[in-house]
């Protein structure tokens, strides 16, 4: 099993940057593929960025030259830097992971998820 718990959310406006948190624990973090999923009301779920356990990283288009994910394999958490945000990045945040090899940017390739934390761009 793993444990993740997201921080970091809260209310910016246009423009402005904020960093999430994801921190793990009850296994090995280094052997984990994590990443990043946002949903905003009425949408479905939606892949924001992936990094694997030898630091390779995936993105959505949406979010390109603006968002970075990285991690810490001695704090066992990963983080997302968003830059430039938009009011269209509004949503609910999740942490995923998986053990998983197989490079993945849907739902069903994650089998750990966290509580998700808000984000909110004001215009």
């Known amino acids: 099993q793993v444990q993740l718990v997201e921080s970091g959310g809260g209310l910016v406006q246009t423009g402005d940057s904020l960093k999430l948190s994801c921190a793990a624990s009850?296994?090995?973090?280094?052997?984990?593929?994590m990443a990043w999923f946002r949903q905003a009301p009425g949408k479905d779920r939606e892949f924001v960025a992936r990094v694997n356990w030898i630091g390779s990283t995936v993105y959505v288009d949406s979010v390109k030259g603006r968002f970075t994910i990285s991690r810490d394999n001695d704090k066992n958490t990963v983080y997302l830097q968003m830059n430039s945000l938009k009011p269209e990045d509004t949503a609910v945040y999740y942490c995923?992971?998986?053990?998983?090899?197989?490079?993945?940017?849907?739902?069903?390739?994650?089998?750990?998820w966290g509580q998700g934390t808000q984000v909110t761009v004001s215009s």
């Open positions: 009850g296994r090995t973090f280094s052997s984990l593929a």
């Open positions: 995923a992971a998986t053990a998983s090899r197989v490079s993945s940017t849907g739902r069903q390739g994650y089998h750990y």
